[in-house]
């Protein structure tokens, strides 16, 4: 079964420094969703978009910026970056037509961001 | 207020046997769904068993379990017949309000250490 596709995989950045991260969700899959995990930390959520609009927002910097394309992919735009951005970035998709509150979000492999 | 509560920083647990993962949520909306996910040493975030609060059974997949005590707020997950595969750490998640797309929001993990 098609998962999740995150990309890059691993990304090095000096600070200051801007960083795009892409992600392509499950064919069929309407909404996106990003979220941050620092070191030895629980994900935290970002940011949704569903229908290409933007659903939620969570605890995103105002450096931050993404959005959702009509193929439905969704990248995920930093700029000024700072050593605290360094952290493991999630992509995660689910489909809201299957209906009633069983749309598990699925995960992509994330992307691996080191700022220095 | 925490609205995903694990309680267990780590574990250890032999082989073969079982092993039950605590999670407490907090939550005043009447729907909602709780997750399970692994985390390997790799990174990935894989999902493992999804309970709704209008379920009536406990949920189960495989080797997993998901022992739901609504009046008492949690949702514990009990893994049968451990293995080696089994060591990640593992994170309790909710999801609250009847639309299917709002955002998770995850307990601070147990790391789960199987021992042959």
């Known amino acids: 079964a098609a998962g999740v596709i995150q990309s890059p995989r691993h990304l090095i950045k000096e600070k200051r420094e801007t960083a795009t991260l892409k992600c392509y969700p499950i064919?069929?899959?309407?909404?996106v969703y990003w979220y941050q995990q620092g070191p030895g930390q629980d994900p935290q959520f970002l940011i949704s978009f569903y229908e290409k609009m933007q659903s939620d927002k969570g605890s995103i910097p105002d450096r931050f910026s993404a959005q959702q394309f009509s193929d439905y992919h969704s990248e995920l735009n930093m700029s000024s970056l700072e050593l605290g951005d360094s952290a493991l970035y999630f992509c995660?998709?689910?489909?809201?037509?299957?209906?009633?509150?069983?749309?598990?979000?699925?995960f992509g492999p994330g992307t691996r961001l080191l700022v220095l | 207020a925490q609205k995903i509560t694990q309680t267990q920083p780590g574990m250890f647990v032999q082989e073969k046997e079982a092993v039950t993962l605590d999670c407490t949520y907090d939550t005043s909306d009447p729907s909602y769904g709780l997750f399970w996910y692994k985390q390997p040493s790799s990174g990935e975030m894989i999902f493992l068993i999804y309970?709704?609060?209008?379920?009536?059974q406990n949920a189960t997949e495989g080797r997993y379990s998901l022992n739901f005590q609504k009046a008492r707020k949690s949702a514990n997950l009990v893994i049968s017949a451990s293995q080696l595969g089994d060591s990640a750490m593992y994170f309790c998640a909710m999801r609250e309000g009847h639309s299917g797309n709002t955002p998770l929001v995850f307990g601070k993990g147990t790391r789960l250490s199987v021992i042959a």
């Open positions: 309970q709704g609060s209008y379920d009536q």
């Open positions: 064919p069929r899959h309407d909404t």
């Open positions: 995660a998709s689910s489909s809201r037509e299957r209906g009633g509150p069983k749309e598990t979000q699925y």
